[in-house]
């Protein structure tokens, strides 16, 4: 049985709580972050921290602890849990006033912490990543504030069940003609050797890959352009892939039906891929 965290305690699953009250069952009023360990280390715990401080300041939350006992925190639940390869989820709510209001609470009204582990062994060595994934166009109907990373994971959710109907692996989201991102990732496309991705802004996540995998390209020469793209354009282009904490690059091959490029996964994002899980267990904590 998992041993997780929740407010100041290490409990087994089983006994970990949470009040009926708490602002993040009952309002989605609550943020999070899911941190990779690989070889039993954390993958750039520092760019979700960051990440994690936006989410609370934007949302005019405070903060449950400092950064030093969050990193323990995650470094306990990886040795008591034993992680070699998986994940941790943190998640962070504006707690329990002990009643329902659509204000806020006041300020003596203290965040709720809760931190769990999700083992996957061989995280890594994923099959999806030597045969690539499919994917489904859908609507946008998410809220506008998308750079805010909160629990409210509905849409993306009805997503995915959407994908999976369709016999797809995930679906891209569409706003005005363009894509926003993945349910659960950031998405992009390979033209003539140039990595497309859409711009930072209040429309799309942003993912803490997305950065990592940037730099390590424009490090090694590679020319990338940060801008939106069409479901069409994708669709023409040579390669297309997503990136998130879980599955570090994952190529797409195959996009609402139409096969991209070859239709098996393309070159760049198998070298990105490469370099991203190189550079990152570098410098894993
Ligand atoms: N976009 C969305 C909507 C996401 O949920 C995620 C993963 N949580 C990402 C992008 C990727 O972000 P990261 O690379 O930080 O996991």
């Known amino acids: 049985m998992r ?4 407010n100041g305690a290490y409990l087994p699953e089983t006994e970990a709580t949470v009040s009926i009250f708490d602002r993040g069952f009952l309002m989605a009023d609550g943020v999070y972050e899911v941190t990779s360990v690989l070889g039993g280390k954390l993958i750039d715990f520092g760019g979700h921290i960051v990440r994690l401080h936006r989410s609370l300041t934007e949302l005019d939350m405070a903060t449950p602890c400092t950064d030093a006992e969050l990193l323990e925190i995650h470094r306990e639940l990886v040795t008591r849990n034993e992680i070699v390869d998986g994940m ?7 707690g329990n006033p002990g009643d329902r209001d659509f204000a806020f609470p006041s300020a003596d009204t203290k965040p709720t912490l ?3 582990t999700q083992s996957k062994p061989g995280m890594a060595a994923s099959p999806m990543a ?27 959710s009805m997503g995915k069940m959407m994908a999976k109907k369709a016999g797809c692996d995930d679906a891209w989201m569409v706003e005005d003609g363009k894509v926003t991102e993945g349910t659960s990732n950031n998405a992009y496309i390979v033209k003539g ?3 497309i991705t859409r711009e930072l802004s209040n429309d799309i996540l942003h993912g803490i890959t997305r950065a990592a995998v940037l730099r390590f390209a424009r490090e090694a020469q590679m020319e990338v352009e940060e801008r939106a793209f069409s479901i069409a354009e994708a669709q023409e282009a040579d390669e297309a892939f997503i990136t998130s904490a879980s ?12 096969a991209i490029g070859t239709g098996k996964p393309g070159t760049v994002a198998a070298r990105l891929r490469e370099i991203y899980l ?3 267990l570098k410098a894993a904590i």
């Open 247 to 258: 599955t570090f690059v994952m190529p797409v091959v195959e996009i609402d039906g139409t």
């Open 193 to 195: 050797n140039r990595i």
């Open 88 to 94: 941790i989820y943190l998640q962070v709510t504006r």
């Open 114 to 116: 809760v931190l769990f």
């Open 3 to 6: 041993t997780v965290y929740v």
């Open 130 to 156: 030597k045969i690539g994934m499919k994917v489904i166009s859908i609507e946008d109907q998410r809220w506008a504030r998308r750079d805010i990373k909160t629990v409210q994971l509905l849409f993306p």
């Open 278 to 280: 190189e550079e990152s």
